[in-house]
T-cell receptor, first 111, second 114 residues
Framework: RKEVEQDPGPFNVPEGATVAFNCTYS??????FFWYRQDCRKEPKLLMS???SGNEDGRFTAQLNRASQYISLLIRDSKLSDSATYLC????????????FGTGTKLQVIP | NAGVTQTPKFRVLKTGQSMTLLCAQD?????MYWYRQDPGMGLRLIHY???????AKGEVPDGYNVSRLKKQNFLLGLESAAPSQTSVYFC?????????????FGPGTRLTVT
């Protein structure tokens, strides 16, 4: 089983729709969780951290479920500019070198 | 503030040739990283550095060497390129402490080895 797994998509959604992505991780000792965004042929950029209590940033909500070992990203009122690949990132047991990137979920928002 | 820059942006090598990729950051970050990104594989850590003069191996270090002679620069070398090293290479940097997980990436170098 991969350490971090994501549905590659693509998720094709109309503008204004709500879309959710999940990411599962295999190491129950994982400590920190993040979502990065990567535009086509560009570098990844941090979108948001994922806290145990869940957190929200505008139209984006991230949640962590430690019991089931997954994190989620919810995007409300999708915009064309949200089209990108969303990378799940997990830190397993402390230390910068233990950060694992998922392969990403591609989102395409359609007019 | 340029952030993280990488040179070159594109390169085509023949098998057996060598080259050096340069990463530079102007944010005074302590930590720097080299990743490769391949379709379906995600970003994989090649080497990293926690400060000037120090380097360490990541997940996929074979066939690569690195140097961090100056805090702002991190060089990735390929001594004898192989087709399996065809990839997109990203450099990243971060602060120590909790913020280490917010990594700032360069624009990438697209390398093809024929």
């Amino acid at each position: 089983r991969k350490e971090v797994e994501q549905d590659p998509g693509p998720f094709n959604v109309p503008e204004g729709a709500t879309v959710a992505f999940n990411c599962t991780y295999s190491n129950s000792a994982s400590q920190s969780f993040f979502w990065y965004r990567q535009d086509c042929r560009k570098e990844p950029k941090l979108l948001m951290s994922v806290y145990s209590s869940g957190n929200e940033d505008g139209r984006f909500t991230a949640q962590l479920n430690r019991a089931s070992q997954y994190i989620s990203l919810l995007i409300r009122d999708s915009k064309l500019s949200d089209s990108a690949t969303y990378l799940c990132v997990v830190n397993h047991s402390g230390g910068y070198q233990k950060v694992t990137f998922g392969t990403g979920t591609k989102l395409q928002v359609i007019p | 503030n340029a952030g993280v820059t990488q040179t070159p942006k594109f390169r085509v090598l023949k098998t057996g040739q060598s080259m050096t990729l340069l990463c530079a950051q102007d944010m005074n970050h302590e930590y720097m990283y080299w990743y490769r990104q391949d379709p379906g594989m995600g970003l994989r850590l090649i080497h990293y550095s926690v400060g000037e003069g120090t380097t360490a191996k990541g997940e996929v270090p074979d066939g690569y060497n690195v140097s961090r002679l100056k805090k702002q620069n991190f060089l990735l070398g390929l001594e004898s390129a192989a087709p399996s090293q065809t990839s997109v290479y990203f450099c990243a940097s971060s602060y120590p402490g909790l913020a280490v997980y917010e990594q700032y990436f360069g624009p990438g170098t697209r390398l093809t080895v024929t």
